[in-house]
């Protein structure tokens, strides 16, 4: 009689929850930024202003940012596997019907809803993963899922705007919508029974940053350093098509670029944030002030925006992963509810530096946005530094996860 040993199949089938909820990342975060390598013909073919393009970043932030507390406290009592489901084929029909609108009033309003989709995602997702697996195995998969965020900056972004390029940005979308809905069937498929775990309720989350001072100051960090890394980042294409007559491939290449700097970036926070998140953040806070002002200075020329996209990618990677070590070392006994309040800080900051950075763009030319980048991501490396002064003793995180 031959005896089959079945506990390699029990394990592996966690690690494919974990690869799903990974490609589940990689779809939110890839449709939540489409519009960034879009941006100039998606408002060409819209019949808008490349400013009034980039609202469609600002709303989906908003939606994301502002709904995910109440969301997940409302949701709170179901399984995460089914409200995990429901968020994938939110994603699709979103991704479907930006796709096939006709105006794009119904844009905004397709990307406003997709957008609390996204944020309620962003709330459980990490710790969905990590239940998944034994215990000894939650910091990896939590890191296995963060991975998400390099793929869809090398791969996801500059696939969208290379599809643009050789179909329509309407197609662009389309594909994508066919890509949530086979994450959506995966994610069906393998992952498990997960029952809400964590009941907290609205008052409780918000009551935590009037108690705990590193916790505060760690999400205005965040709010800084986000307006400005988006403000700029959302027109990056616009500003290397004015200064240095950027053709779409190139624009494509250096965005993959920046997608290989940021996971550079992620391999590197990997070693250096369990030693000192704030130090990484520090270092990497400044690396984004420099790259801003190199981009500025050398970025009128091919070579000069490639080394400026390279070092931005490289310093956003270990910044974001600090600045979420951070949040986990300032409140480790509540993660979930400083990770929803991480959440709404990132997403409405994404929304406000798009919104501000639009402005800019429209009234002070798209060199103005960058300018507006260095002075955001200046502002929050003082302010972290200003901190650190004040408490002097070094901050250690844990599992990794995106604010």
């Not at 941006?39 to 908003?62: E, F, K």
């Not at 801003?292 to 020329?301: P, T, V, Y």
């Not at 991480?342 to 409405?348: H, K, L």
Request: a positive charge; one cysteine or more; aromatic letters at 8%.
């Amino acid at each position: 009689m031959v005896t089959y040993d079945k506990r390699p199949r029990a394990a592996l089938r966690p690690w494919l929850g974990v690869s799903a909820i990974t490609a589940s990342l990689f779809v939110f975060l890839t449709t939540e930024l489409m519009p960034v390598g879009l941006l100039t013909p998606m408002s060409a073919s819209l019949g808008i202003s490349v400013g009034a393009a980039g609202l469609m970043v600002t709303l989906y932030g908003v939606s994301a940012g502002l709904g995910v507390p109440f969301i997940v406290a409302w949701t709170r009592r179901v399984n995460r596997r089914v409200l995990l489901s429901a968020l994938l084929a939110t994603l699709t029909v979103g991704n479907l019907v930006t796709a096939v609108a006709p105006s794009y009033p119904l844009v905004l309003t397709t990307r406003l809803i997709m957008g609390f989709a996204s944020g309620v995602f962003w709330a459980i997702g990490v710790s969905m993963a990590m239940r998944l697996v034994p215990e000894r195995h939650a910091s990896r998969a939590a890191a296995v899922v963060m991975s998400g965020i390099s793929i869809a900056a090398v791969v996801g972004i500059p696939l969208g705007t290379a599809l643009e390029s050789l179909t329509d940005w309407r197609t662009t979308f389309l594909i994508w919508a066919g890509l949530a809905a086979l994450v959506f069937l995966a994610a069906v498929a393998v992952i498990p029974s997960l029952p809400s775990a964590n009941a907290v309720s609205v008052r409780e989350v918000f009551a935590l940053p009037l108690t705990n001072v590193p916790l505060r100051l760690v999400l205005f960090t965040v709010v800084l350093f986000v307006l400005g890394h988006f403000g700029a980042y959302t027109f990056v294409r616009p500003f290397l098509e004015e200064t240095s007559s950027a053709t779409p491939l190139f624009i494509t290449a250096v965005l993959m670029v920046y997608g290989v700097g940021c996971a550079a970036g992620n391999l590197v926070a990997g070693h250096t944030v369990g030693r000192s998140a704030s130090g990484s953040f520090i270092a990497s806070c400044a690396g984004l002030v420099v790259s801003l002002l190199a981009l500025l200075a050398i970025g009128h020329g091919p070579a000069g925006s490639v080394i400026s996209l390279i070092l931005w990618g490289v310093s956003f990677g270990v910044v974001q992963l600090s600045q979420v070590n951070m949040t986990q070392a300032a409140a480790p006994g509540t993660f979930e509810a400083a990770m929803s309040l991480n959440t709404m800080a990132y997403n409405t900051s994404i929304a406000l530096g798009a919104l501000f950075g639009g402005q800019f763009a429209d009234h002070l030319g798209v060199t103005s946005v960058v300018w507006f980048g260095v002075a955001l991501t200046a502002a929050a490396l003082l302010l972290t530094l200003g901190a650190r002064r004040k408490t002097p003793r070094p901050v250690h995180g844990g599992a990794s996860a995106r604010g």
